[in-house]
């Protein structure tokens, strides 16, 4: 038997379990608070719509399940692999809230407000930063086109943001009709946009010259792809700069209002700027997407975008709805290895008994527990070494049921 968690997946210690739900506890009461409501979804979801998700790379890294009982015989008996699997984990929260509100709209307000925090699964070569499975917390408006969404999603974002001390970071948005006019400009053909624009989102990790190889690879022509080249040369692009590439400007339009608007409301709090370099990986993004990029720690650390066609695949009419997602394995990682202290949390502390004194032990506790968190244990033949433990597990403090005047500081 195995002792180690599967690959790509963690245990996680009662210390990292009190700042995980400490974090999940922040975030979810900023949501609230802004008038956002709960639901949940099963981790599986039917692998047809899983395969019709337009997830981009994702789709590539899909946990599959295979069929159970007659079913499987019969598939293996088929000979074809793709009859082995009829099931799969989600790998992000948005094709399931999709679903969730094609199937329930006629109980649900319109617009809809909802948080989804739960645990996603992609089958990734596990690396730092990059586990299978981990949590995603999620804020979505479901039935209004308004850039208000797009306006009050980075704003609730970023409060939850500072409510746990992440405060030197900037937004950075663009809108996928912004960049597939530019595509257009240079050549590329309608329907080779989305699988361009996958490899143009690797622009910050690979370079103009990582991207032109990945086109070249791809097969599309040498003419379209020089084109593109010589615009990135253009860089930093502006949101005037842009017109030059849109015979419709509403989306130019549309991100000067988000901007602006994002600005006064949070009183220029954090830097908010356009960015046409950023694409989000998914291929269900319509519009608008959006990232919030940590100054102090180098990196995203939240994303999302409109996604106005994808519940339209389950009820054949097109639903707006944007959504934002917090990257909460990545914020628990910083304030992990920061030290993170979480602020008016109760300290813990241990009252040891002898074996035939539980009842006084949990009368003894039951008084301190108006000042501590109290845990009871029969007293141990080697007390040190398991006071030590104790320490190392959060416990601040401990008392010895007939020996202890007041409540000993561990240290």
Excluded: W
């Excluded at 981790?43 to 009982?69: P, Y």
């Excluded at 990945?214 to 692009?237: C, H, M, T, W, Y």
């Excluded at 700027?273 to 720690?297: A, M």
């Excluded at 035939?356 to 007390?383: G, Q, W």
């Amino acid at each position: 038997m195995k002792t180690n968690a599967v690959k790509g997946m963690n245990d996680y210690l009662p210390c990292e379990v009190e700042l995980r739900d400490y974090i999940q506890s922040v975030i979810l009461r900023v949501y609230e608070k802004n008038g956002f409501s709960r639901i949940m979804t099963p981790a599986v979801e039917d692998a047809e719509n899983l395969d019709k998700s337009e997830g981009g790379d994702n789709l590539n890294l899909i946990f599959k399940i295979m069929k159970r009982g007659d079913k499987l015989e019969k598939a293996l008996a088929s000979g074809n692999e793709k009859e082995l699997s009829d099931l799969g984990l989600r790998y992000d929260l948005t094709l399931p809230l999709s679903r969730y509100y094609a199937g329930h709209k006629e109980l649900l307000p319109s617009p809809m407000k909802c948080i989804q925090i739960d645990k996603v699964y992609r089958a990734e070569r596990p690396q730092k930063g990059r586990d299978r499975e981990f949590v995603q917390c999620d804020i979505d408006i479901l039935g209004s086109e308004s850039p208000n969404c797009e306006a009050e999603l980075i704003c609730v974002t970023a409060e939850a943001l500072k409510e746990l001390s992440l405060k030197n970071f900037k937004i950075k948005i663009n809108d996928r009709r912004l960049l597939k006019s530019m595509l257009l400009k240079c050549g590329f053909e309608t329907e080779a946009l989305d699988s361009v624009c996958i490899s143009f989102d690797k622009l910050d990790k690979v370079g103009a010259d990582g991207v032109r190889d990945e086109l070249v690879e791809k097969g599309f022509s040498q003419a379209s792809i020089d084109n593109l080249i010589k615009v990135l040369d253009k860089r930093p692009f502006t949101l005037e700069m842009m017109g030059n590439f849109c015979e419709d400007t509403s989306a130019v339009e549309n991100l000067k209002y988000i901007i602006e608007t994002v600005k006064q409301a949070t009183d220029n709090s954090f830097e908010v700027e356009f960015d046409i370099s950023l694409v989000r990986g998914q291929g269900y993004y319509t519009g608008t997407v959006f990232e919030v990029i940590s100054n102090d720690f180098k990196g995203a650390i939240s994303g999302g975008g409109r996604y106005d066609n994808l519940i339209g695949k389950f009820i054949g009419q097109s639903v707006p709805a944007v959504g934002f997602s917090i990257g909460f394995e990545r914020i628990f990682s910083i304030l992990k290895e920061n030290g993170f202290e979480i602020p008016e949390k109760r300290k813990k502390i241990a009252v040891l008994y002898a074996s035939d004194e539980f009842v006084k032990a949990r009368a003894k506790a039951e008084e301190l527990r108006t000042d501590y968190d109290v845990a009871l244990f029969e007293s141990p033949k080697k007390t040190g070494k398991f006071l030590n433990k104790l320490q190392e597990n959060g416990y601040k403090g401990f008392y010895i049921l007939g020996q202890s005047e007041e409540v000993n500081e561990l240290k």
